[in-house]
């Protein structure tokens, strides 16, 4: 077996907390760029703000499938050690 292949453990609160904080906050600030360039109107404004909106789904479904993962090997990890 690759070592690629073989199960990871879960990651440690102590790094994934933060990552989420800080993915957290970059949807925040997303979101005021997107209604800040809505605003502002345009064509500049237009495409800064589907940029934004891009950045916005993209953050939030990795945030979302990565929180899901490591639920899911925390779930494991704890039924194997039962």
Do not use: C, K
């Not at 345009?42 to 639920?71: C, K, N, P």
């Amino acid at each position: 077996m690759s070592v690629a292949a073989e199960p990871h453990p879960p990651r440690r609160l102590w790094i994934t907390v933060p990552l989420y904080a800080v993915l957290l906050a970059v949807v925040g600030i997303d979101v005021w760029a997107f209604f800040f360039w809505v605003g502002v109107g345009g064509s500049l404004g237009a495409a800064v703000a589907g940029a934004a909106a891009l950045v916005i789904v993209l953050a939030t479904v990795l945030l979302a499938t990565d929180a899901r993962r490591q639920w899911l090997l925390q779930r494991d990890s704890a039924d194997a050690n039962v």
